[in-house]
């Protein structure tokens, strides 16, 4: 589907010189003089290759629909992930790069969803938080104020978040993945 320059929002896969885009940040700019225009910074899905683009209103670009599947994550062995479809139970081995850093918050069962592109994978969604146990945290400094001071703490995937005074090793928090930050303690 064809849209205009200046219609691309954050989260928009696009194809731009025989490659798959997202776009991750966009800026409106109305100069004083010529046309208005759309800049556009994109991450490449393919390469993780970074690029900022200056798109104009008479220009079009190809929108790209992606398909997504369910998958069940199984298995880490090494720098591969092993995942399984729900629906006919293949199974599907993928580089661990191309989770980031939220790789680390792969947990076995887990339910995800893949992103596919002419049934090749190209991204892969974790769930926005999971439940994780602390297995180390710092010990309070005395005379910080509660309201605005985080300690560190380790959890039992090896991540370090920052976590309220009050939260101590052995509890089991709500994490957001993708920002790895605290969100409350688990119920």
């Known amino acids: ?3 205009s ?5 954050p989260g928009n896969i696009i194809e731009y010189e025989k490659g798959l885009w ?3 940040k ?3 700019t109305q100069p004083g003089k010529g046309g208005a225009y759309m800049q556009v910074e994109m991450k490449n899905l393919i390469d993780n290759r970074k690029t900022n683009v200056r798109f104009r209103s008479a220009e079009t670009v190809e929108k790209v629909r992606l398909d997504t599947k369910d998958f069940q994550f199984l298995f880490r062995d090494g720098d591969t992930l092993t995942f399984m479809d729900k629906d006919n139970y293949e199974q599907i081995t993928l580089p661990a790069d191309m989770l980031g850093d939220a790789a680390a918050f792969l947990q076995d069962g887990m339910d995800v969803v893949l992103e596919l592109y ?3 994978p190209i991204s892969v969604q974790l769930p926005d938080t999971i439940e994780a146990l602390i297995v180390e945290a710092d010990a309070v400094v005395k005379g910080q104020t509660a309201s605005s001071s985080y300690k560190p703490a380790v959890l039992d995937n090896g991540v370090r978040v920052m976590v309220p005074p009050h939260i101590g090793a052995g509890t089991r928090i709500v994490v957001d ?3 790895q930050e605290y969100v409350k303690r688990a119920d």
């Open 1 to 3: 589907m064809k849209i």
């Open 22 to 24: 997202k776009a991750v």
């Open 5 to 9: 320059g200046v219609d691309i929002r």
């Open 26 to 28: 966009i800026q409106h």
């Open 118 to 120: 002419e049934d090749r």
């Open 177 to 179: 993945v993708y920002a």
